[in-house]
Structures are given as structure tokens and as C-alpha cells.
């Protein structure tokens, strides 16, 4: 079965900074996607990044980035120059061969003046 | 773009009703998935349908069913509900490329409310 952790419940950041958000994951597949996705206050959940587990370049979306460490099964998000509106509930998602999309348990990050 | 409409957003239901939730697609996608979402469990998933008429259980399907006549419909249904079903209900579709599901597009949620 496939597993997705998000071991970081909550975290700040101070607006311009840079802040990284973890995600591990198991799977015994060789190819899958992993996916960050963003839910503000709104509740409507925002693709932010997507990465193909047979590329091994990174994946980057303006000021969000990652760092996809296949054989650690490691995907943390990058995000640089921290706005207010990146204030949300961010979480980790992996869909392999099976049609499944499991999720982590989110981190909520604040950013703060 | 890609709509995912979920046809309440606030429901109020007393237990032991029968309620449901619908969603339709417009991307004519393969997938679609009904989540649940509670605070500090993350997206939990129920049920997926990966074609019309099939679908496949999730991590926590007890106490839900659903029902995929059309394509682009997927609907949850709460044969009785009870109180520890309040949560919030997420719809979302995908499509499928090189035998894999793409990423997800997601509704605007239903927070339902089981009195």
C-alpha cells in the first residue's frame, strides 16, 4: 500500500523568506507522480507542483520548487519569497499504477509580516 | 479550464437521513474520487470510480456508497447518516496519461453537518 507523511503539522515563515515543507512517501512502484497542493481559507485545492518519478530534473513553478530525492522516496516543496497569500494548508499527494491518489496530512504554514 | 462542481457547498442533515452528494465534471475525465477531510487526518479516501458503473472502495468507505451512471456524474451517498460523518466532502477528477492518473482537479467542497 502506498503511504504518504507529512511530519510538520504547522510552520511560520517570515514574508521574503524561503521555507521548505517535507513530504516521504512508500511505494514499491518504479513510476508515479507526486503532486504539492495548496487549499487557502477558500477550501478550494490549487495544483502547485507536479513531478514524474522517471525525470530526475526537478520540477519548478515560478517561486515553488522541489527536491525529489527518488531513492530516499523524499519530495519536500520549496517555496522562495513567501507572500501573505501563501498562507494555506499545503499537502503532499502520490498516484502510482493503481488509479489511487493518497494524501498526506497537510501542513499549514503562515506567513507572517 | 477544468470545472469540478459540487452541487452544495454548506449541508445540514439530521441522522438517520438518507443524503446526497453530488458532483459533476466537465473534462470528460476517466477518475473521479470522493475525499473526506478532517483536521489533522488530512484527504482520507472513500471511494474512486475509474469508469462508468466501476468504482473501487477506498481507506474508509464504511457507512458511504456511490454511484457512477455518466461520465462526467460521481455521487456519494450516506445511507444513514450519522454524527460522525460531519466533515468535509471533497469531489475530484482526473484523466489518465501513460497508465497513470494526472493530477486531480478538485471541487469547492460540501461541509456537511449531521444534527
Known amino acids: 500500500a502506498q503511504t504518504v507523511t507529512q511530519s510538520q503539522p504547522e510552520m511560520s515563515v517570515q514574508e521574503a523568506e524561503t521555507v521548505t515543507l517535507s513530504c516521504t512517501y512508500d511505494?514499491?512502484?518504479?513510476?508515479?507522480?507526486l503532486f504539492w497542493y495548496k487549499q487557502p481559507p477558500s477550501r478550494q485545492m490549487i495544483l502547485v507542483i507536479r513531478?514524474?518519478?522517471?525525470?530526475?530534473q526537478n520540477a519548478t513553478e515560478n517561486r515553488f520548487s522541489v527536491n525529489f530525492q527518488k531513492a530516499a522516496k523524499s519530495f519536500s516543496l520549496k517555496i522562495s519569497d513567501s507572500q501573505l497569500g501563501d498562507t494555506a494548508m499545503y499537502f503532499c499527494?502520490?498516484?502510482?499504477?493503481?488509479?489511487?491518489?493518497?494524501f498526506g496530512t497537510g501542513t499549514q504554514l503562515k506567513v507572517e509580516l | 479550464d477544468v470545472k469540478v462542481t459540487q452541487s452544495s457547498r454548506y449541508l445540514v442533515k439530521r441522522t438517520g437521513e438518507k443524503v446526497f452528494l453530488e458532483c459533476v465534471q466537465d473534462m470528460d475525465h476517466e477518475n473521479m474520487f470522493w475525499y473526506r477531510q478532517d483536521p489533522g487526518l488530512g484527504l482520507r479516501l472513500i471511494y474512486f470510480?475509474?469508469?462508468?458503473?466501476?468504482?473501487e472502495k477506498g481507506d474508509i468507505p464504511e457507512g458511504y456508497s456511490v454511484s457512477r451512471e455518466k461520465k462526467e456524474r460521481f455521487s456519494l451517498i450516506l445511507e444513514s447518516a450519522s454524527t460522525n460523518q460531519t466533515s468535509m466532502y471533497l469531489c475530484?477528477?482526473?484523466?489518465?496519461?501513460?497508465?497513470?492518473?494526472?493530477?486531480?482537479?478538485f471541487g469547492q467542497g460540501t461541509r456537511l453537518t449531521v444534527v
Open positions: 499527494a502520490f498516484t502510482g499504477g493503481g488509479n489511487k491518489l493518497t
Open positions: 475530484a477528477s482526473s484523466t489518465i496519461r501513460r497508465g497513470m492518473n494526472t493530477e486531480a482537479f
Open positions: 470510480s475509474y469508469d462508468v458503473k466501476m468504482k
Open positions: 513531478q514524474e518519478a522517471y525525470k530526475q
Open positions: 511505494t514499491s512502484e518504479n513510476n508515479y507522480y
